[in-house]
């Protein structure tokens, strides 16, 4: 019995609003059952209220709705005997779907939308319109719930040439198959540049894992020669000392054996000072040898461990020869490096829109301010002051000329704008340029960390390591600056209706840079803009 009931089909149970079992289950008069909820709700958002939505039976008043509690616990029953949900019947319309504007009840799925009727029909409705010869005339489109859209007011063109949707729809369907034709081009082209980049990648790292291999081979090379080099001064030292020590141990042995022999000369001489027979005295003086000369100075020189000083001298200098020959070389190997540069940098922008692609909002550093500077707009604007500003003493903050460095460090791809008054000079520099010290070291443009274009109402100049050009381009009060640090690029651009450039640099960087400003004069000032 119970493998009989699981066998049942659920959709004569269910709810024909929600398709699912009733929850709650209520029957209204006609029979017809439902979850209390969805016929409630149902009935409060009709505008003919009371109606059933499967017989369409009409109540009034609206009838009290009371639990079905038989039907009730037939639901829980089911449920306990693992009543599976009945597929869904896929001809009925369900919430995301068009449904048929002429079925009553429970409508079903729409197949078609008319736009002159501005109705949408499911199979059995829309047969009309292929039999009835008017009909035939109307045009069929995939269902749509936004039918109104679709129809122009004959009002709205009025006097206006027009074609037909279907020319219309010929034309821009020729557009589209074009753009999609282009798109579909550059799919192809930037796929075959990412198979090139992944090689790219891939020569990158074999050329990488060959280079530490081959600079692993040659250190291990050195330090094979280090040692046989360590080696070769031990060996000679040790002989060296070898011999020198057995020089001493023969001077040693040839000095005792002297001395043997004069204590010996001594003795007898001792023994005949003790005889008391002058004339045996006398006798036994004359035969005594004379004292043979030392063959050996009694002044021998010790320099107590100082044999191989100069040795020590010479590995000493040895080292900081190699620590001198090590750091210029790894100078060069470090730049080596950092100049292995597969990929191509970004196109120069031609236009200001083009470079608004990149633009940077500069904040100005207070530390590096000096102190007849004062900054105002949220660290954006600098002007040149007649009195002193209390700024807190701090190391970055420049004491000579009154400039300034942003807060930014720069290394990519970046635009700014700067609007300046009377005289100003519009920079970039590097972070370690002078704080302190005479005019080339401090002002911007006049040594070799920092690039500079003087700003003057006349005209412009460009500096860089005090080589200082006069540039003729139209003067306007905002200047556009554009780095891109991995190529080199830094141009400036007077910006006002147009944009027009005033002067490019290529060069080569080799620290992150900063945006800087040095207003000349009381009453010049700049102020940066994020280009918009």
């Known amino acids: 019995m119970e493998q009989k009931g699981a066998q049942m089909n659920q959709d004569p149970f269910s709810c024909s609003i929600c398709l699912d079992l009733p929850k709650d289950p209520v029957t209204i008069p006609c029979g017809h059952s439902y979850c209390m909820n969805c016929i409630t709700t149902h009935w409060d958002e009709e505008e003919k209220s009371n109606r059933c939505p499967q017989c369409e039976q009409t109540f009034s008043p609206r009838p009290v709705l009371e639990k079905n509690t038989m039907l009730a616990a037939l639901v829980e029953q089911l449920k306990k005997t693992g009543l599976q949900a009945a597929p869904a019947d896929h001809r009925y319309a369900g919430p995301e779907d068009v449904a048929c504007d002429f079925c009553t009840g429970r409508k079903l799925k729409a197949i078609k939308s008319c736009l002159v009727c501005l109705v949408s029909y499911c199979e059995k409705h829309l047969q009309p319109h292929y039999e009835v010869a008017p009909l035939k005339k109307h045009r069929l489109v995939e269902p749509s719930k936004n039918l109104q859209e679709n129809i122009c007011s004959v009002d709205e063109h009025k ?10 729809r010929t034309e821009r369907q020729r557009e589209l198959e074009e753009r999609r034709g282009n798109i579909q081009q550059r799919i192809q082209d930037r796929e075959k540049d990412v198979k090139l980049l992944q090689q790219e990648v891939e020569a990158i790292n074999h050329s990488a894992d060959k280079t530490v291999e ?8 050195l330090i094979r020669l280090l040692q046989e080099r360590s080696s070769d001064v031990k060996q000679q030292i040790r002989s060296q000392q070898e011999t020198e020590v057995s020089r001493v141990k023969d001077v040693q042995e040839k000095l005792e054996q002297e001395i043997t022999e004069l204590k010996r000369k001594d003795a007898e001489l001792e023994q005949l000072s003790h005889t008391e027979d002058h004339n045996q005295f006398l006798l036994n003086y004359p035969s005594l040898p004379a004292l043979s000369e030392s063959t050996h100075s009694s002044s021998i020189n010790i320099r107590p461990l100082r044999h191989f000083e100069d040795v020590t001298a010479a590995v000493s200098e040895l080292i900081d020869e190699l620590q001198n020959v090590l750091r210029d070389s790894w100078t060069n ?6 100049e292995v540069d597969v990929l191509l940098s970004e196109p120069e922008p031609k236009t200001r829109a083009g470079f608004l692609n990149y633009s940077y909002e500069i904040t100005l ?5 000096h102190s007849y500077l004062l900054l105002s707009e949220r660290n954006r604007k600098v002007t040149h002051v007649p009195h002193c500003q209390s700024y807190p003493s701090h190391p970055d903050r420049f004491t000579n000329y009154t400039r300034i460095l942003s807060k930014e460090s720069l290394t990519g791809l970046c635009y700014w704008e700067v609007e300046w008054r009377r005289k100003v000079f519009v920079a970039v520099a590097y972070k370690n340029i002078s704080r302190a010290g005479n005019h080339n070291e401090c002002v911007f443009g006049c040594n070799d960390k920092s690039w500079a274009l003087e700003c003057h109402s006349t005209s412009f100049k460009f500096g860089h390591n005090n080589i200082w050009t006069s540039i003729s381009a139209p003067v306007s009060s905002r200047v556009g600056v554009y780095l891109d640090h991995r190529a080199g690029i830094l141009s400036f651009h007077s910006v006002s209706e147009s944009m027009t450039l005033i002067h490019r640099v ?9 945006a800087g400003v040095l207003p000349w004069n009381r009453g010049d000032s700049a102020e940066f803009h994020k280009p918009n």
């Open 506 to 514: 290529q060069t080569r960087f080799t620290e992150p840079l900063h």
């Open 333 to 338: 190997i470090s730049l080596k490096i950092t």
């Open 159 to 168: 006097g206006h040439d027009t074609v037909s949707a279907a020319a219309e």
């Open 214 to 221: 081959v600079s692993e081979k040659i250190f291990t090379e």
């Open 365 to 369: 550093d207070p530390n590096t301010a």
